[in-house]
């Protein structure tokens, strides 16, 4: 994986492109992030061209030359793009062809033969956790309306009862788990180790979605007490499949590029030693690009394979899963721009000004400023970039530990409270039948928690390590 390390971010901002004072740069951020909000929200301009455009309006607004602003935002793009755009490839084709292969729903079918009653929603939450791992949040949403809808109605379960701890499940791999593409770019903005971000993500992911999934559920089922809406219920993926492939071979499949992200992760702090032969391997084997691509390549058998899929049929499935991913690689990759933009003219050496003379901890301030964003675009991914690319200096001399904290405080503000101007927020809406009230009070509560409850492991984290 091309990552930028936070030395080289910090040393990058040495000579900013512009000589413009704190103040100045302050107003040009602020003016910025509210270019890129109001053309998202008010003009409904797509994010990668309100991205672009508000890097520029940044570089503008601070008084930095045009060409330099427009060479920090290429080059910005075209690192990012480098780091994270084929790992995005890599994890659209697993989760597309977990989905068309019937892999997905065997994984629920399993489960819920296994659970009944009181049982329900912690199956809920481990089936959303399980396949929220390689697939995008959207996609996660589509496979799993289906089975919670129907749960709902076949044991006469409350629908937030059942539905709440799998969005739970869903929105927490979402903010805090590579290889989503927030925690990605967010990892290789701040010069993170991925393996140790992923271990202490894990740590931090599973006391928040109990608390922000099955427990929560219990109120947001008596706040909120509504019918499955039968419209809504789609056909399954596996319903026109003759067979499909086995759940331990589904299981292992998806989490084949974990256990090896995490293996390295381990030999590293093991073993220590970089030129030792087990490192050597564990480095190639464990790096994002190969256990991923290793993920797909086994897939291609246990689950296209095991489904009946042709030669053909598997191309078809490969080359589907590319298209809707244009979107989020330009946004992505915008995000790496205006990420660069920020550094390149100064800002990160404000933002440490501002943490000393504020006494802020870094993971709180970087939590605050995800935040704000989020509040502010509704886009959790943008939120993420923007802050990764804003607290990116921080991370200079932290210990390995904590810049991996630094990445999951900036996903866990990424969530906080979606409300109206998300897009999830309105999936959510219309799938589950809700109004937009009922809505913020059991999804944007959800949300709430997920945020606040992440923040608080991470700061527990940050004592111990």
């Known amino acids: 994986m091309t990552s930028l390390s936070a030395e080289t971010l910090a040393a990058d901002a040495v000579e900013p492109i512009t000589s413009a004072g704190n103040a100045q740069l302050g107003i040009a951020v602020l003016a910025g992030i509210a270019v890129i909000v109001l053309l998202i929200t008010v003009v409904k301009l797509h994010a990668f061209l309100a991205l672009t455009i508000g890097s520029l309006a940044l570089g503008a607004f601070a008084g930095a030359p045009l060409d330099k602003v427009i060479a920090s935002f290429t080059t910005g793009l075209g690192s990012t793009v480098a780091g994270v755009g084929v790992l995005i490839a890599l994890g659209a084709i697993l989760g597309k062809l977990l989905a068309d292969s019937g892999g997905a729903d065997q994984i629920v079918d399993t489960i819920l033969a296994k659970a009944s009653g ?29 089975v919670v809808l ?44 991925l393996g140790v971000t992923l271990a202490l993500g894990v740590v931090v992911a599973i006391p928040t979605v109990i608390i922000a999934g099955p427990l929560f559920s219990r109120y947001a089922a008596r706040w909120v007490d509504i019918p499955a809406p039968d419209k809504m219920v789609p056909q399954r993926a596996s319903v026109e499949l003759e067979r499909r492939p086995s759940f331990a071979a589904t299981v292992s499949t998806v989490l084949l590029p974990v256990v090896l992200m995490l293996g390295k992760a381990l030999v590293d702090i093991v073993v220590d030693d970089p030129e030792h032969t087990v490192q ?17 390549v086994v897939g291609l058998f246990t689950l296209g394979r095991a489904a009946g899929f042709t030669k053909d049929r598997i191309a078809s499935t490969v080359e589907k899963s590319l298209g809707p991913i244009a979107g989020v690689l330009l946004i992505v990759g915008a995000g790496g721009g205006f990420k660069q933009t920020l550094i390149d003219s100064g800002v990160g050496q404000m933002v440490l000004d501002i943490s000393e003379d504020w006494s802020i901890p870094a993971l709180l301030l970087a939590w605050l400023i995800a935040v704000a964003i989020r509040l502010a675009t509704g886009s959790a991914t943008v939120a993420t970039i923007s802050a990764a ?5 921080l991370a200079a001399d932290m210990s390995t530990s904590h810049a991996a904290l630094l990445v999951l405080a900036i996903g866990a503000g990424s969530l906080f409270f979606s409300h109206v101007n998300d897009a999830g927020f309105w999936l959510v809406k219309e799938y589950f039948g809700m109004d937009v009230g009922q809505t913020i ?17 991470v700061l527990l984290l940050s004592l111990v390590l």
């Open 389 to 393: 690319g804003l607290v990116a200096p």
């Open 441 to 457: 009070k059991t999804w944007s509560v959800m949300e709430t928690l997920i945020s606040v409850v992440g923040l608080g492991c």
């Open 150 to 193: 129907l749960v709902a109605k076949r044991g006469n379960h409350s629908l937030m009862r059942i539905g709440i701890p799998a969005l739970a499940g869903l929105s927490v791999m979402h903010g805090l788990i590579p290889p989503h593409p927030g925690p990605l770019v967010a990892i290789d903005a701040i010069g993170a180790n």
């Open 280 to 296: 050597r391997v564990a480095d190639v084997v464990g790096s994002p690009l190969i256990a991923l691509l290793a993920a797909v």
């Open 118 to 146: 009181r049982a329900m929603p912690w199956a809920m939450v481990l089936i959303a956790s399980v396949i929220g791992l390689p697939l995008f949040f959207e996609v996660g949403i589509v496979l799993l309306i289906p």
